[in-house]
C-alpha cells in the first residue's frame, strides 16, 4: 500500500526576507565574483566546457573566470518546474514552486540503535531499516542516504545505499553520497533498470543527484563529473553550499549568501552549457560557524534566515530549491534539538523551498535518532498546518452557530464543530495528558516517537522491488567493484 | 627601550597584526636583539595573552588565528638571524598535516595547523588530496614527530588507515605518533585503526598534541 505523501502547498503565509533591490544587488556581487576572482573546477572535462563556452580558464589552477552575460545565458536554460519520479508513480513529486516537500537528512556515521538506543557506526541495514520507515510515514515525500554503509567498500558504497533505499521504498531516491563519475555512471544504469531504459530517465527520473561544493568557492572534480553525467541523462542535479560564516564564508550574511551563491550558480551554469534544459535544482545548508571553536553548528538564527533567503536567490533564477533545515547541532532529541528544528524549517518552508532536508540527524547531521526523525516529522506537520493560515468566510466565521449557543453556553455539541473538528492539529508528540497521568508514568514524546519507529519498522511492509531488478542491481553493483 | 620594544610586540600579535608584527622583528634584529629573546619576551607573551582571553571566553576562534599568523609571520622574519647566530627555538616537535588523498576539505585542517604552530609545534603542511606514500616520504624527510590526518568523507577516512598501517609496515609507527580528526571521524574509528589521538576541533587538537609529546 502506498502512503500518501503530505506537503505544504497554497500557502496562505507570506514572508519578504530580501527585497527585490537586495536580491538583485546580491546577484550582481555574485556575478561579480565568478568574473573577477573565479571559482574553482578541478576537473579537466569541466575546464574544458567552461573553454569551449568562451570563459577564461586557468587550467593550472582550475579557476574559472566568465562573464555575467554568459551565467545568465546558460542559468536561462534551466527548466523552472519538474516532477522527481518515484518508484510508484503515485508518490511523484512536482518541483513546480507551490510544494514543499521534505526528505531524511543525510550521510549521518553513527546511529542510535532502534533497539538498544546504543551509539555505534552505520552499516547498510541501518540505511535499509530507515528507509523502509521513512517509506511508512506521510511526510517523509522523498529519500536521502540517511546513513553511511560503512561495512560496504568505499568504491561501491553509495551504490549498495541506494539499492537498499529501493528495495525498501517506493520513493523518490535522492543520493548526495555518489561523487565520483564511474559511481555515478553505475547510478544512472540502476536508475535506467527501474524505468525501463535510459532514455526514459528524463521523463521519470527515479533518481536524483545532489553534490556538495567546496567553499569557499570550490567544487569537487569526482562531483563535477558525477554531475555531469547525470545531467546528461536528464536526471535532475543540483549543487550544494554549505558556506559558513567566519570559517568558509565571510562572518557577514549577505557575503556568505554571495560565496554560495557563486558556487551554486556557476556549477549550474556548466551543467546549462554542457547540456541545455537539463534539469537542476539549487542546494543549500549555509550555516554560521561557532565563534569559539569554528565548528559547524547545524542550527541559530543565522541558520533560520538563510533557510528562508536561499529560496529568494533560487526563484530569483526560476530553480527549485533543496533546502537545509532540521539537522539541529542538538546531541540528543531535546530542547535544543525542538527550537532549531522547529524554526529553520519554518523559515525554509514560509518561503515555500521545494525541498527540505531532512528529517533524523543529531550533532549537525552526524548521529541517526529514530525518535528525533518521528519528531521531526511531525515538527513538519506541525509548520505545515501553520502555513495553511486562517480562512475567514461565512462558513469559518459561524456566525449563525455563535448565534445559537449564544453567551455562556459552549459549542461542543453543534454540527459545525463536528463538520470542521477534524482541521484542528492533533499532536502525536505533544504532552496535553493530566499532570498525575504523566506523573505515573513519566515518559515523554521520545518515548512514544521511538514506539512508533519501532512499529513501522516491524509493521510495514513496503512495496517490493521486483526480484529481478534487485537482481539487476546487484550486478551492476559486482561489476563497478571489478573496475 | 627594549621593554616597550617587547609590549609593542605583545601588542602586534593580540591584534593579529601580520604588518605590524614583522616590523617589529626587522626592527629588533637591525638593533642586535637576541631573536629568541624576542620572541620568548615579546611576541609568546601576546601569543599568550591571547589565549587567556579566549579561555575567558573574551576572544573568539578569528582572533586566536589572526593571532597565529602574526606569530608565524614573526617568527618567519627572525629565523634568518637565528640561522646566523646557530641558535634554535626550542620546539614541542615536528608534526606532518596533511588532508588525505581523495579529499579536498582543507580548513579543518588547516586551522590545526595554525594552532599547532602558534602553541610551539613546527608544522609542514602538505594540503589536501595527499597521497600515502607522499605523506611517508615527509616525515622520513623532516624526521616528523608526529603525523596528522583529516578526512571529511567516510569514503576517503579509510586513508587514515592507509597511513597507519604503512607507518608500522615501515618501521615507522613506534616513533611517529598519529592524530586524526574530521566531521565523520568517531571514538570507534579511532579505537578501530589504532590512532594516537583524535579531537572533533582546532583547539581540542593542540591539547591532544601536547599531551601526546609530553608538554
Known amino acids: 500500500m502506498a502512503t500518501v505523501i503530505k506537503s505544504i502547498t497554497n500557502p496562505k503565509l507570506r514572508l519578504e526576507i530580501l527585497t527585490p533591490q537586495e536580491v538583485k544587488r546580491i546577484h550582481d ?24 563556452n568562451g570563459a577564461k580558464v586557468d587550467f593550472e589552477k582550475n579557476i574559472v573566470r566568465a562573464k555575467p552575460h554568459l551565467i545568465e545565458a546558460a542559468l536561462k536554460k534551466c527548466p523552472p518546474a519538474y516532477p522527481l519520479a518515484a518508484r510508484d508513480p503515485g508518490q511523484d513529486l512536482p518541483l513546480d514552486g507551490n510544494h514543499v516537500f521534505v526528505g531524511t537528512d543525510g550521510c549521518g556515521v553513527e546511529v542510535l540503535d532502534i533497539q538498544t538506543g546504543q551509539r555505534r557506526t552505520s552499516c547498510l541495514q541501518d540505511v535499509a531499516d530507515i528507509a523502509r520507515i521513512a517509506d511508512a510515514t506521510e511526510e517523509v515525500a522523498f529519500h536521502w542516504v540517511p546513513v553511511s554503509a560503512q561495512d560496504q567498500p568505499p568504491a561501491t558504497r553509495g551504490l549498495h545505499e541506494i539499492k537498499a533505499i529501493w528495495e525498501n521504498s517506493t520513493k523518490h531516491v535522492q543520493t548526495e553520497s555518489i561523487y565520483h563519475a564511474r559511481e555515478a555512471e553505475a547510478a544512472i544504469e540502476m536508475a535506467a533498470a527501474i524505468v525501463g531504459g535510459r532514455g526514459k530517465l528524463r521523463q521519470r527520473p527515479v533518481l536524483s543527484l545532489m553534490q556538495c561544493s567546496a567553499p569557499p568557492l570550490g567544487h569537487d572534480g569526482g562531483s563535477l563529473e558525477a554531475a555531469l553525467l547525470a545531467a546528461e541523462v536528464g536526471i535532475p542535479t543540483g549543487f550544494m553550499t554549505m558556506a559558513a560564516c567566519l570559517t568558509t564564508g565571510p562572518a557577514t550574511l549577505a557575503g556568505t549568501l554571495a560565496v554560495g551563491n557563486a558556487e551554486v550558480i556557476a556549477g549550474t551554469a556548466l551543467l546549462e552549457l554542457a547540456y541545455p534544459g537539463a534539469p537542476v535544482f539549487y542546494a543549500a545548508a549555509q550555516t554560521a560557524s561557532d565563534l569559539r571553536n569554528g565548528a559547524y553548528t547545524g542550527g541559530g538564527p543565522e541558520d533560520f534566515l538563510f533557510g528562508a533567503a536561499t529560496n529568494v536567490l533560487s526563484d530569483f533564477y526560476h530553480i527549485p530549491l533543496s533546502m537545509g533545515s532540521f539537522a539541529t547541532g ?3 532529541p531535546n530542547w535544543q534539538a525542538g527550537l532549531e528544528n522547529s524554526l529553520s524549517t519554518f523559515m525554509a518552508s514560509i518561503v515555500m523551498s521545494d525541498m527540505l532536508l531532512g528529517v533524523g540527524l543529531l550533532h549537525g547531521s552526524r548521529i541517526w535518532s529514530y525518535a528525533q526523525m518521528m519528531m521531526d516529522c511531525e515538527i513538519f506537520s506541525i509548520i505545515r498546518k501553520v502555513m495553511e493560515g486562517i480562512v475567514v468566510d461565512e462558513e469559518t466565521l459561524a456566525l449563525d452557530t455563535i448565534t445559537a449557543v449564544g453567551p455562556g453556553g459552549n459549542f461542543l455539541a453543534r454540527k459545525h464543530t ?39 519498522l516491524s509493521a510495514h511492509q513496503p512495496e517490493p522491488l521486483e526480484p529481478k531488478l534487485s537482481a539487476e542491481m546487484a550486478r551492476i553493483i559486482a561489476a563497478a567493484e571489478k573496475n | 627601550m627594549s621593554n616597550e620594544l617587547f609590549q609593542k610586540m605583545a601588542q602586534s600579535i593580540i591584534d593579529g597584526d601580520s604588518d605590524a608584527a614583522v616590523a617589529l622583528a626587522e626592527q629588533s634584529v637591525s638593533s642586535g636583539l637576541d631573536p629568541l629573546q624576542a620572541i620568548s619576551e615579546g611576541f609568546v607573551v601576546g601569543v599568550n595573552k591571547v589565549g587567556e582571553s579566549f579561555a575567558a571566553g573574551q576572544a573568539f576562534l578569528p582572533e586566536l588565528v589572526m593571532a597565529g599568523e602574526a606569530m608565524k609571520a614573526a617568527v618567519a622574519t627572525l629565523e634568518p638571524e637565528m640561522k646566523k647566530r646557530g641558535s634554535e627555538r626550542i620546539m614541542l616537535g615536528k608534526v606532518v598535516l596533511a588532508t588525505v588523498e581523495g579529499d579536498i576539505h582543507e580548513i579543518g585542517k588547516s586551522l590545526v595547523g595554525t594552532m599547532l604552530s602558534a602553541s610551539g609545534f613546527q608544522v609542514f603542511d ?66 578501530k585503526i589504532e590512532a594516537d589521538g583524535y579531537s572533533e576541533d582546532a583547539i581540542g587538537a593542540v591539547a591532544v598534541a601536547k599531551g601526546l609529546v609530553g608538554a
Open chain 1, 418 to 456: 463536528l463538520a470542521h473538528m477534524r482541521e484542528v492539529f492533533l499532536p502525536e508528540f505533544m504532552d496535553r495528558r493530566p499532570y498525575n497521568e504523566w506523573e505515573s508514568k513519566k515518559d515523554d514524546a521520545r518515548d512514544w516517537a521511538l514506539a512508533k519507529a519501532r512499529n513501522f
Open chain 1, 330 to 332: 542538538a546531541k540528543e
Open chain 1, 29 to 52: 556581487a555574485t556575478l561579480q565574483i565568478i568574473e573577477k576572482v573565479g571559482v574553482r573546477f578541478p576537473s579537466k572535462k569541466a575546464l574544458e566546457i567552461w573553454a569551449a
Open chain 2, 126 to 191: 602538505l594540503g589536501v588530496d595527499v597521497p600515502t606514500a607522499k605523506i611517508i616520504a615527509k616525515v622520513r624527510e623532516v624526521d616528523a614527530d608526529m603525523v596528522g590526518l583529516s578526512a571529511l568523507l567516510t569514503t576517503t577516512m579509510v586513508k587514515q588507515k592507509e597511513v597507519i598501517d604503512e607507518l608500522d609496515k615501515q618501521g615507522l609507527r613506534k616513533k611517529v605518533k598519529v592524530i586524526v580528526g574530521g566531521a565523520p571521524v568517531t571514538r570507534d574509528w579511532v579505537q
